[in-house]
């Protein structure tokens, strides 16, 4: 026996009470609340080799209620926040009691997680964002899934690793009761009393993706892991179970371009030739107080709407092509440098470029001067020589930058009415052009489930056995990110991985006492 798991032939043959298939955030929380309730024999099945996924390069998890909220005083009440996320959605395409059972369960979750050892800051995604749910995790991800990981071990929940599941196994009366899975050693046959399927999203499944998203295109880097490419959705679609709310997307731009996924991590990150591409210019791709011309020089947006960045990543990517130019003088970039970014980063605690209003950033200037190589800025005392670099009409680009120009000295954006504290006029040479492109985060939807996280086939009936939970699950997300429950991603991954894992626990107690 090993962690309660009955190994009967040289690991081909296994039986266990429960299967997880996944070993990212809402596979280990179901593992670990399954132990907790009692369940001893847990297999997790993590296909890469390192039971991470999507959730060990996230940096927050969104929490409603949370001990960490009540301690500061921050009303953030469940009811309010699930009327947000029901408005954002316009009750349309998502089930509203699976929503309400996650955000019920999220300030519960936070605690769990203090409990393990996490610790937590609580900030804004957005300036002046009310309520405070963003909850900042201190090491971010990687200390996430590390504490999960280890609570896994303790527990004596098995994690096999470089372990893909393949198949979803039956019984005669319809009932889930096994997984085929495939090792470096060869086919393995696992015997479970429950399945709860936790594979992620499908950001890595060029095809689903293109069947799913009406705006796909090549230019879309996808941020993830590479293990995520909808195998819980094919596996459960192959035993009947429906599948729905596919095409919801965690999009995010104008970004720039990375040589893989693993980079994101990294404050030295490097283009696709493996040079050095520090965030600045990344940074700046953002900031309002510049200005977004589309591949063909026209401008598309009020580029200070929101200072949230994935509230402008459905615009980029119904750009031509997902591409976006950031467009500023050298005067606005020296305002920057002395006066600091205006867009709050992706994370606030150490090893980030310092962000917020009044945080100078010196050497800005000299920097991304010497950026101009990386293919991803153009520097120029000319628009012409700018728009040959975009390949876009010149007269195109020049007219967009009068136009501009023109609603900074009137102090009016009579075009998209842009707020006038961002309007920076383009008349102070050298000129900078920054190549942005669109970026995808999560591509989930996927599984019907019930607010159980029980799985349902084309009939809406339940299937025994088989619950799911995480992005590989549809219906609790409209098609695009709802950015007012900050780290609702993570939280949902956790939330129904804790859902599932308690419910399944109670599955098999049932069905072993009869
Ligand atoms: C760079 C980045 C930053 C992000 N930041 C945030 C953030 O700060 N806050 C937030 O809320 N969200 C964030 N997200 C999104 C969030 O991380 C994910 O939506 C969420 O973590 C998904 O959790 P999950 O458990 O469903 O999937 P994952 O954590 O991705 O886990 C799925 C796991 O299943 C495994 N798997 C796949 N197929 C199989 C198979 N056949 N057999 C066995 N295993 C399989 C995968 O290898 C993977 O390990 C971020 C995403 C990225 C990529």
Known sequence: MRGGVRVTEKKKNLEAELIVIGGGGAGLAAAIAAAEGGCTSIIVLEKTGNATGSTGMAHDIFGAESPVQKRLGIDASRDKLFKTAMEWAHWTRINPR?????????????????????????????????????????????????????????????????????????????????????????????????????????????????????????????????????????????????????????????????????????????????????????????????????????RYVDEGYNLAFFAFGNTVALQPEGISYTLFDNKTLQIIEKEGFIRPGAASKANWLPIGAATPVPGLEREVKLKEDTGYLKISDSWDEIAEWMDAESAVLKASVNEYNTACDNRHDSLFAKDAKYLLSLKNPPFYAIRGHIALCDAYGGITINENMEALDIQDKIIPGLYAAGSTTGCWESESYCYHLTGHLVGFALNSGRIAGENAVKYISKNNNK
């Open 98 to 298: 699976i929503v309400r059972a996650f955000i019920d369960k999220s300030g519960d979750t936070i605690g769990w997680l203090e409990k393990k050892g996490l610790s937590f800051e609580l900030i804004q995604y957005y300036p002046n964002q009310v309520p405070l749910v963003r909850h900042s995790i201190l090491g971010h991800g990687h200390a996430l899934m590390k504490t999960l990981r280890d609570n896994c071990r303790d527990l004596g929940v098995s994690i096999f690793t470089h372990t893909a599941a393949k198949k979803l196994l039956r019984d005669v009366n319809g009932s889930i009761n096994g997984v085929i899975a495939e090792s470096k050693e060869g086919k393995i046959t696992i015997m479970a009393k429950s399945v709860i399927v936790a594979s992620g999203g499908y950001g890595n499944n060029k095809e689903m993706l293109k069947e799913s998203c009406p705006y796909y295109h090549e230019n879309i880097t996808y941020d993830g892991p590479p293990g995520n490419t909808g195998d819980g959705i094919t596996m459960a679609k192959e035993i009947g179970a429906s599948i729905s709310g596919m095409g919801a997307f965690n999009l995010h731009g104008p970004y720039i371009k990375r040589r893989s996924s693993a980079d994101y991590m990294n404050l030295d990150t490097t283009d696709l030739d493996g040079k050095p591409l520090r965030l600045s210019l990344w940074f700046l791709a953002w900031e309002p107080q510049t200005m977004w011309v589309n591949k063909y020089g026209r």
